[in-house]
C-alpha cells in the first residue's frame, strides 16, 4: 500500500485478513480482519480525528443519537475531543517502574498489558500516543526529542482498537531500521527475512503520510456488546 502511495495514489484502504502466528485468547486470533488504511499530506494528529469521525459515524449508524455507547455494562462517552495521554504519562501514572526503566529490562509490554492498559479508556476512548523509538519501527520520530515516535494506539472500553503513526519516508532511516532488527532475530535464533528492497526503493518517491491498522473483529465486540473475539467469527481457528 506504501508503494501506491509512492505511484501517486495518496489515498487508499484495504480490508483486508490479516495474519499472526500462536496468538489465541478472549481477544486475539491467529487470522484477524483489518481495515487499513493511508492518506498523504497528514501525520497521526491527523489520524486521530479521522478516528474520532469514523467511530462516531459507526455509532450514529447502529443506532446511537447520544454519541454514548454501551460495553459490558460501561457507558462511553464518544463525544470528541477524546482525551490523549503519551505512553510516558502513562507509566508515570499507572506504571510499576519508569517508561526508561521497563525498556532497559526489556518489560515494556509486560507493563503495558498489566499495569496500563486495565486502567484505559474505561468511560472514555483515549489515544496512548509518542511510543518510544524502539517500538515504532516504521514510524517518524518526533522532533525536537528523537527519543518518541508519532504513534499511537486507540483504546475504548478497555480494547486496543487501532495502531497508527506518521509514516517514516526517509530510505535511508527505514533501511538502518531493518537491519537492526535482522540482526536482533539473527541472535535470538528467529528466521530472518530478505530485506524488501522493492519497497525502501518506493519509499524515496514517498510523500508525508500517516497510515492506521484497525481491527475489524475488535470494533464489531465494542458495537455488539461482545465479551469475547469468538462471538464475532463466523469460525473460531478450533472449528476449522
Not at 192 to 210: N, Q, R, W
Request: hydrophobic share 40%; proline share 7%; with cysteine.
Amino acid at each position: 500500500m506504501k508503494r501506491l502511495l509512492a505511484a501517486g495514489i495518496h489515498r487508499i484502504f484495504q480490508i483486508c485478513k490479516c495474519f499472526r502466528q500462536a496468538e489465541r485468547g478472549r481477544l486475539h486470533l491467529p487470522e484477524m480482519t483489518l481495515l487499513e488504511w493511508y492518506r498523504a499530506d497528514s501525520d497521526y494528529l491527523d489520524m486521530m480525528d479521522e478516528c474520532e469521525a469514523l467511530i462516531n459515524s459507526v455509532a450514529r449508524r447502529n443506532g446511537s443519537k447520544e454519541e454514548i455507547l454501551i460495553y459490558q455494562g460501561k457507558e462511553i462517552k464518544l463525544t470528541p475531543p477524546w482525551p490523549r495521554i503519551s505512553v510516558n504519562e502513562a507509566f508515570e501514572k499507572w506504571g510499576s517502574i519508569p517508561l526508561d526503566v521497563a525498556l532497559e529490562r526489556g518489560q515494556f509490554d509486560e507493563i503495558m498489558v498489566e499495569k496500563i492498559e486495565p486502567n484505559l479508556a474505561l468511560t472514555r476512548p483515549v489515544f496512548l500516543y509518542d511510543y518510544p523509538a524502539s517500538r515504532a519501527a516504521l514510524a517518524r520520530l518526533e522532533p525536537p526529542d528523537l527519543r518518541y515516535a508519532e504513534r499511537f494506539e486507540l483504546y475504548i472500553g478497555g480494547l486496543e482498537i487501532c495502531n497508527a503513526f506518521s509514516e517514516l519516508t526517509d530510505p535511508v532511516e527505514q533501511r538502518k531500521r531493518f537491519e537492526y532488527e535482522t540482526e536482533h532475530r539473527r541472535k535470538s535464533g528467529k528466521p530472518v527475512y530478505p530485506m524488501p528492497e522493492k519497497f525502501l526503493t518506493a519509499l524515496g518517491d514517498m510523500p508525508a503520510a500517516a497510515g492506521n491498522a484497525l481491527g475489524v473483529d475488535r470494533l464489531v465486540m465494542l458495537f455488539s456488546n461482545s465479551k469475547q473475539i469468538d462471538d464475532v467469527v463466523a469460525f473460531t481457528p478450533e472449528e476449522l
